[in-house]
């Protein structure tokens, strides 16, 4: 099956109250993972690329890798960037043959944001691509890009923004953030915020950055072999079930897939210190990424049997 845009995953996933998973990759197990958890669950998903991860993987490498995943995929899958710093690399990425780009202009002043965001919906329509952009600011850090507070979506300027640019589908701040440390006490959604813009923006796809559950699991057997992840927090996995019931088709994950990979390689790494064939170390944490991406179809994300 064909790279594809998110215009119909989104549209059965709003309708249906349930979210698509998109899911950073960065090297091969990662995509093989992520894949045979999609093609078990029978699951729509979103293979997304970092501009870090394209740096390190190469642009090439990750269109060959993702072309080998769905040359025999009966999934509908999307390849998408995910924070798209300027016009430039987003056209990069379009003309090498991503389906969906996001531009990330929330560092900038709204009318900044607006403007850059406009270009790269018009030379992206050109092309049949399709654009999520950002309002508003999470807090964390996830390759460059870094906030050191929350800056929350208002309602108002979401259904402007929208109408003056023509993007495709907005990523709102609510509450969530980058990285492992999203919360210092109680974790907390604006839900009220939410359901607001979505009354505004009615059957507009809406985008949660910043979603990882942060498994205990993976931070304790991490931290049992010889890891110093402490005090990581994530959102609660009834909350990003909330979320698709208010208008949110796309939740992002990333930090869940990088502690799956290292809860798993530090555990084999240490109960086999002899063993030094990689297949032997990145085969179990291959298996990590697809057993917590199938549970995430399965139980939070509601995408099961959707393709």
Same mark, same amino acid.
């Given at each position: ?201 009615? /059957? ?5 950055? $910043? &979603?990882?559950? #942060? *498994? @205990?699991?993976?931070? %304790?057997? +991490?931290? /049992? ?5 402490? $005090? &990581?927090?994530? #959102? *609660? @996995?009834?909350?990003? %079930?909330? +979320? ?64």
């Amino acid at each position: 099956m064909p790279l594809t845009t998110p215009k119909e995953m989104f549209e059965k996933a709003y309708m249906d109250k349930y979210a698509i998973g998109a899911f950073n990759v960065t090297n091969m197990e990662i995509v093989q993972g992520i894949m045979e958890a999609a093609e078990e669950e029978k699951s729509p998903v979103i293979l997304q690329i970092s501009a870090g991860a394209r740096k390190y993987a190469g642009h090439n490498y990750i269109i060959k890798m993702v072309e080998a995943a769905i040359e025999n995929s009966n999934v509908p899958v999307v390849l998408h960037l995910d924070h798209g710093v300027d016009f430039n690399i987003c056209k990069e990425v379009i003309d090498g043959g991503f389906t969906s780009v996001m531009i990330d202009g929330s560092h900038f002043p709204f009318e900044k944001n607006i403007e850059v965001t406009k270009s790269v919906v018009e030379y992206a329509h050109q092309h049949g691509v399709w654009v999520e952009a950002e309002l508003g600011q999470l807090a964390g850090i996830e390759d460059d890009v870094f906030a050191e507070q929350n800056v929350f979506t208002e309602p108002d300027q979401a259904v402007e923004f929208v109408e003056r640019t023509g993007c495709n589908s907005l990523a709102v701040a609510i509450g969530t953030s980058h990285g492992a440390y999203k919360f210092k006490s109680e974790p907390k959604l604006d839900f009220e915020r939410l359901e607001k813009i979505t009354q505004l923006l009615p /059957n507009y796809p809406l985008v949660l950055h $910043g &979603a990882s559950s #942060v *498994p @205990e699991e993976f931070i %304790k057997t +991490a931290n /049992n072999f010889g890891g110093q992840i402490a $005090g &990581a927090k994530g #959102v *609660p @996995e009834f909350m990003l %079930k909330k +979320a698709a019931q208010l208008g949110v088709c796309k939740i992002n994950i990333d930090t869940d897939i990088r502690l799956a990979i290292t809860a798993t390689l530090r555990k084999v790494l240490n109960d086999f210190p002899a063993e030094f064939d990689p297949r032997k170390f990145f085969g179990p944490a291959r298996q990590a990424i697809k057993d917590m991406v199938q549970y995430k179809m399965r139980f939070v994300l509601d995408s099961s049997n959707k393709a």
